[in-house]
T-cell receptor
Framework: DTGVSQDPRHKITKRGQNVTFRCDPI?????LYWYRQTLGQGPEFLTY????????KSRLLSDRFSAERPKGSFSTLEIQRTEQGDSAMYLC????????????FGPGTRLTVT | SQELEQSPQSLIVQEGKNLTINCTSS?????LYWYKQKYGEGLIFLMM?????EEKSHEKITAKLDEKKQQSSLHITASQPSHAGIYLC???????????????FGQGTILTVHP
């Protein structure tokens, strides 16, 4: 098992552009989570999936954000019309549903919007 | 929703020293989780506490949950440079004990250990 992977690790984009991040969870994990972390803060919950179903979206997630997990495997997080305030580390995590507190995190994608 | 406050925000110690990090909740905790993060990387799960008065250890790291289940402490004995990183406490985002994995975290405590 290679753990949770995320791609890309770093992304620099200009304001107004669209970006997409990918997360590959641990294969036997049916839960997948997205968090956002800014400097000096803990991660903030954005959304999560049980298999392919998106169960909840945080109010932090504006209409410009969309996440998918087709076929219950990898997930993508897309941000449309990026703003400077979107600059952050985007973390993906996965877990088994019965031990959802024990989440395995990926290394994150650092987004910089210029 | 649950809010967690950690103290101190940062800590610098000499190798071999003991240290304590505190995590205080605004509401009763039904599950308190400690994670460690190395700079620029993802989080690593350390341990979970659920019962009032519970204490768990992992190598030289011990965590306790107080009887009232509103405060937790993480204690490192004889710190080593490998202990350096950011320690985060987490809890269920929605108070009530139903953990669906929607976690909220404290702001983190940055630990530096000088050799």
């Amino acid at each position: 098992d290679t753990g949770v992977s995320q791609d890309p690790r770093h992304k620099i984009t200009k304001r107004g552009q669209n970006v997409t991040f990918r997360c590959d969870p641990i294969s036997e994990h049916n839960r997948l989570y997205w968090y956002r972390q800014t400097l000096g803060q803990g991660p903030e919950f954005l959304t999560y999936f049980q298999n392919e179903a998106q169960l909840e979206k945080s109010r932090l997630l504006s209409d410009r954000f969309s996440a998918e997990r087709p076929k219950g495997s990898f997930s993508t997080l897309e941000i449309q019309r990026t703003e400077q305030g979107d600059s952050a580390m985007y973390l993906c995590a996965s877990s088994r549903w019965e031990s959802s507190y024990e989440q395995y995190f990926g290394p994150g994608t650092r987004l910089t919007v210029t | 929703s649950q809010e967690l406050e950690q103290s101190p925000q940062s800590l610098i110690v000499q190798e071999g020293k003991n240290l304590t990090i505190n995590c205080t909740s605004s509401k009763t905790l039904y599950g308190l989780y400690w994670y460690k993060q190395k700079y620029g990387e993802g989080l690593i799960f350390l341990m979970m506490l659920q019962k009032g008065g519970e204490e768990k250890s992992h190598e030289k790291i011990t965590a306790k949950l107080d009887e009232k289940k509103q405060q937790s402490s993480l204690h490192i004995t004889a710190s080593q440079p490998s202990h350096a990183g950011i320690y985060l406490c987490g809890a269920d985002k929605d108070a009530g004990g139903t953990s669906y994995g929607k976690l909220t975290f404290g702001q983190g405590t940055i630990l530096t250990v000088h050799p």
